[in-house]
């Protein structure tokens, strides 16, 4: 069965701290790994992963995909509070006339002043 | 920017009635997702649409069906709805098929089942 699968599931930090949110998956079709911020209402798209190696940038956070050992992370360096938020791991599957995404539980992090 | 909108943001219903739940896109987007978000368990895929009147049964599909007359709205319902269908409903849409595009959410609707 195709998975998704996030750690930490939660995750307490301090205002300047770094952090890295891993996600790891097993998906027989794969197209591409997306990661997305959830504040209070909807998700907002952060990056789009096809290849390996090849890190995506923007700000303070980024991200990498090993499509060998079928894991991503996403780090955020100096976080700030206004980073507090869930943060969800997807991986689009090829399906029929297109794709459809196979969600992580997400990694809830929080980030005290 | 794309934009889309579900009619709701909090709806309460009694178990056993008919819910319909709204969801509009302005981007011309082929593809229209219906999701369910719960605690512990992440966002998980109850219906999709590749394109007017196309349907496919997601992971959850039980209890629910879909209707899709419109290219910009599709709409999630609840044939007679239980308590345990109260839960955190999120849609989603994308370009179609070669696109290597993200699905964009709407922000949801929370529905509790009373």
């Known amino acids: 069965e195709d998975k998704v699968v996030q750690s930490p599931l939660s995750l307490v930090v301090h205002e300047g701290d770094t952090v890295t949110l891993n996600c790891s998956y097993e998906?027989?079709?794969?197209?591409?790994l997306l990661w997305y911020k959830q504040e209070k209402k909807a998700p907002t798209f952060l990056f789009m992963l096809?290849?390996?190696?090849i890190e995506k940038k923007s700000g303070r956070l980024s991200s990498i995909l090993d499509k060998k050992e079928l894991f991503s992370i996403l780090n955020i360096t100096a976080t700030q509070t206004g980073d507090s938020a869930i943060y969800l791991c997807?991986?689009?599957?090829?399906?029929?006339?297109?794709?459809?995404?196979?969600f992580g539980q997400g990694t809830e992090l929080s980030v005290k002043p | 920017d794309v934009k889309v909108t579900q009619s709701s943001r909090y709806l309460v219903k009694r178990t056993g009635e008919k819910v319909f739940l709204e969801c509009v896109q302005d981007?011309?987007?082929?593809?229209m997702f219906w999701y369910r978000q719960d605690p512990g368990l992440g966002l998980r895929l109850i219906y999709f649409?590749?394109?007017?009147?196309?349907?496919e049964k997601g992971d959850i599909p039980e209890g629910y069906s879909v209707s899709r007359e419109k290219k910009e709205r599709f709409s999630l319902i609840l044939e007679s709805a239980s308590t345990n269908q109260t839960s955190m409903y999120l849609c989603?849409?994308?370009?179609?098929?070669?696109?290597?595009?993200?699905?964009?959410f709407g922000d949801g609707t929370r529905l509790s089942i009373l």
């Open positions: 998906v027989t079709n794969f197209r591409s």
């Open positions: 981007m011309d987007h082929e593809n």
């Open positions: 989603a849409s994308s370009l179609g098929h070669g696109y290597r595009q993200p699905q964009h």
């Open positions: 997807a991986v689009e599957e090829i399906y029929n006339q297109g794709g459809k995404l196979i």
């Open positions: 096809t290849s390996s190696g």
């Open positions: 649409s590749y394109d007017v009147k196309m349907k």
